[in-house]
DNA sequence: TGAATGACGCGCC
DNA sequence: AGGCGCGCCATTC
């Protein structure tokens, strides 16, 4: 498999990589940073992906800081262990104080 | 080639 | 205020 649009999934690999440690992002953000707002369900598709890759794509959530791809990770909560981990509150699924770990990429990169 | 799906986002009822 | 549905873009069957 060898899509053009590869670059497209690449792009947001690039991104979700380049996360800060302690911090999240949302699928909207990544999207909008790629001009695809639009798009915001091909990130989260991209992330299918991401898997085997070097996407911690445990800290990519959607914009409402609710870890709506923790079923498809490892087990169950495993994505919200590895927040948890890295100093971020997650409380059923939602991430407490989003706003303060949100990380912008088309601000902060 | 056409149709259905999907880790979202926003609008509308 | 809360719940439901539609739209978008790319991938896959």
Same mark, same amino acid.
């Not at 940073?33 to 445990?58: E, F, I, Q, T």
């Not at 087990?75 to 971020?88: F, H, K, P, V």
């Given at each position: ?13 690039? %991104?979700? *990589?380049?996360? !800060?440690?302690? $911090? /999240? ?25 991401? %898997?085997? *890759?070097?996407? !911690?794509?445990? $800290? /990519? ?27 971020? *509150? ?20």
């Amino acid at each position: 498999m060898q899509p053009e649009t590869l670059n497209f999934f690449d792009k947001v690999y690039e %991104v979700a *990589k380049q996360i !800060p440690y302690g $911090r /999240v992002t949302s699928y909207g953000a990544i999207a909008m940073y790629l001009g695809a707002v639009k798009s915001a369900r091909m990130v989260g598709y991209a992330m299918n992906g991401s %898997v085997g *890759k070097d996407v !911690p794509a445990h $800290r /990519v959530v959607n914009r409402k800081g609710l870890l709506t791809g923790k079923h498809h990770f490892d087990g169950t909560n495993l994505m919200q262990q590895l927040l948890e981990s890295e100093g971020i *509150k997650v409380v059923d699924n939602q991430i407490q104080d989003f706003e303060k770990v949100f990380w912008n990429p088309s601000k902060e990169l």
